[in-house]
């Protein structure tokens, strides 16, 4: 036998959120609970028939079953740069500012390893999808945490940040709309960022995951589209939530040509690309019938309308976002993060996430994911109706 003993970067970590959460699942479904699963933000729709079926005809190709260009199908980056041309009005080079992620996940958990160095410090909003955190740890680097409260709107006041911590910060990561939170950003906030990014010479790299799961015709602005944003930063993006592809590992980060290069150096020293027949789906997805788009956008507001109008008959201070498939809402008096999240799972088999699990600043709230039918929520609406609190 030898002595296993896993590195500090794994010491330090504490358990990830959603494998956690998870195991609470397990537990309560070996109790033989009927569990209603509001906690991880997974799709439950599936995907789009067009993009399976361009999927199954490329996977017949023998050409496509050989190792894929590093950064990406030129293929698939032109349709993300013309995506983005109809989208948001923003001009990309397919192939020096676009780079293919195996979902998006991945870009973000490597972009720190090209541009971190230990002592340097990147600015990460709290509460947050945990990877930006993690990331700039696992490249040595110290996240600096920028808090997201209800009085600024869920934007981080960038004028609280130490002078000291401007001084060691490389990099800024932005979400909106945002995770766990559901808040937009706006046009104006994204102008001070680029101001803010070129007075301090930091880098920012926005997450626009939900850039299409919105309701009522909401568009949220492209961080890409601020002027002056491609001087400073890129944007990841992917298909996971806009077309039910979570499984498929398909994303990209699209921006700054010198942030875009040293992502795809780290990359193509790591993994091997996104398999090609991936890629031929990936543009299906993003250039054929859009329908999908409108008949998501349907389903998840009848959800949210079922979800946020019950909570509020309960006296529960939820509001219908505007876009993600989040509902982010403070616990009910006399309860923490934790102890109602806990009496939502022990008492009406729901499982929502705890605020303060995705930082300190989210105690006192809970998040629910419209990820179950408009029928299992109004379920769970009512099993909550029964336990009181
Ligand atoms: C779901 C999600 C993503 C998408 O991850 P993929 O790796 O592209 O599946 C990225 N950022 C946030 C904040 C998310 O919630």
Redesign the pocket.
């Given at each position: 036998m030898i002595k296993i003993e896993q590195a500090d970067r794994l010491k330090q970590l504490p358990p990830y959120l959603f494998a956690e959460l998870d195991r609470k699942k397990a537990e309560a479904q070996d109790r033989g609970v009927d569990v209603i699963d509001l906690g991880v933000?997974d799709p439950d729709l599936p995907t789009p028939d067009n993009i399976i079926e361009a999927l199954a005809a490329a996977a017949k190709e023998p050409r496509y079953h050989r190792y894929p260009s590093y950064t990406g199908m030129n293929n698939f980056r032109e349709a993300v740069a013309r995506w983005y041309k109809q989208r948001a009005g923003v001009d990309l080079h397919p192939l020096k500012e676009v780079v293919s992620?195996i979902?998006?996940?991945?870009g973000?958990a490597h972009i720190p390893l090209a541009f971190i160095n230990p002592g340097d410090v990147a600015l990460v909003p709290s509460p947050?999808?945990p990877?930006y955190a993690i990331a700039t740890m696992f490249a040595g680097g110290t996240p600096h945490e920028m808090p997201l409260v209800k009085e600024n709107n869920f934007l981080p006041d960038l004028t609280a940040i130490p002078a000291e911590v401007l001084d060691k910060a490389k990099m800024m990561f932005l979400?909106y709309p945002n995770?766990p939170t559901a808040a937009p950003a706006t046009v104006e906030f994204f102008k001070t960022v680029v101001d803010f990014a070129v007075k301090h010479n930091i880098m920012v790299c926005h997450?626009f995951?939900?850039s299409e799961m919105t309701f009522e015709g909401y568009v949220p602005p492209s961080f890409l589209e601020t002027p002056g944003a491609k001087d400073v930063g890129i944007e990841?993006h992917?298909?996971?939530?806009t077309y039910n592809m979570?499984g498929w590992?398909?994303?990209w980060a699209a921006g700054n040509a010198e942030i875009i290069g040293g992502l795809g150096r780290i990359k193509s020293n790591i993994d091997s690309g996104i398999f090609e027949a991936i890629q031929v789906a990936g543009i299906e997805a993003l250039e054929g019938d859009q329908q999908c788009l409108t008949d998501m956008r349907t389903i998840y507001t009848e959800r949210r309308d079922v979800l946020v109008g019950g909570l509020k008959k309960l006296g529960i201070k939820a509001e219908a976002p505007n876009a993600t498939f989040y509902v982010w809402f403070e616990v009910p008096e006399g309860y923490t993060s934790a102890s109602f999240a806990g009496l939502l799972l022990d008492k009406a088999g729901i499982m929502a996430t705890p605020g303060n699990g995705f930082g300190a600043p989210g105690e006192g709230y809970v998040r629910m994911a419209l990820t179950v039918s408009k029928e299992r929520l109004a379920e769970a609406v009512e099993r909550m109706a029964k336990i009181g609190f």
């Open positions: 933000g992620l979902g998006s996940k991945e973000i947050a999808y990877v979400n995770n997450d995951a939900y990841f992917s298909l996971s939530k979570t590992r398909i994303g």
